[in-house]
T-cell receptor
């Protein structure tokens, strides 16, 4: 399976700190995407990084992709209480997106 | 703004009932998807469709069927609901790039289905 696996499963930090989540996968991909889900709601797309890209930024988000290690990381800088959510990586191997089980991030104020 | 709407936020049904979950998107997306989400398992793909009247099985299609008669609408059908189908159901839509890779998916708010 090419399923992405996030690490850690849960993360608790203080407001203002940085949060880093990692995603590993098993097969070659076209792109890798990160999504956020607030409690009990639908997912919201955060960022897409293509297989030929190594790093991408969007506001306080920084995503890296290492295709040789089949891994990606999502860094949220200067976290806020509103960043409390579940974060999922999704890998596009060509015929569908495959989502991991997610990292639950809690930002304490 | 892309909008994906689902017919119900919460639904309670009895074992054996036929259940229809409807999803509508307003951005003319070719691709539509149905997922179920269970704690610790992430999102699992049930069915997807890349065109009107086209459907493809995902990872867990057993016990489900789908219908896509119009481009904007994708329905998930539980032919005979069972308690193990109690879950959060999420619909999504997206475009697809030339060459086949997927662009971002836009999700609906989800339907929390309880089967008693």
């Amino acid at each position: 399976s090419q399923q992405g696996e996030e690490d850690p499963q849960a993360l608790s930090i203080q407001e203002g700190e940085n949060a880093t989540m990692n995603c590993s996968y098993k097969t070659s991909i076209n792109n890798l995407q990160w999504y956020r889900q607030n409690s009990g709601r639908g997912l919201v797309h955060l960022i897409l990084i293509r297989s030929n890209e190594r790093e991408k930024h969007s506001g306080r988000l920084r995503v890296t992709l290492d295709t040789s290690k089949k891994s990606s990381s999502l860094l949220i800088t200067a976290s806020r209480a509103a960043d409390t959510a579940s974060y999922f990586c999704a890998t596009d191997g060509g015929n569908k997106l495959v989502f991991g089980a997610g990292t639950i991030l809690r930002v304490k104020s | 703004d892309v909008k994906v709407t689902q017919s119900s936020r919460y639904l309670v049904k009895r074992t054996g009932e036929k259940v229809f979950l409807e999803c509508v998107q307003d951005m003319d997306h070719e691709n539509m998807f149905w997922y179920r989400q269970d704690p610790g398992l992430g999102l699992r793909l049930i069915y997807f469709s890349y065109d009107v009247k086209m459907k493809e099985k995902g990872d867990i299609p057993e016990g489900y069927s789908v219908s896509r008669e119009k481009k904007e609408r994708f329905s998930l059908i539980l032919e005979s609901a069972s308690t193990n189908q109690t879950s959060m159901y999420l619909c999504a839509s997206s475009t697809r790039q030339r060459g086949g890779s997927y662009n971002e998916q836009f999700f609906g708010p989800g339907t929390r289905l309880t089967v008693l």
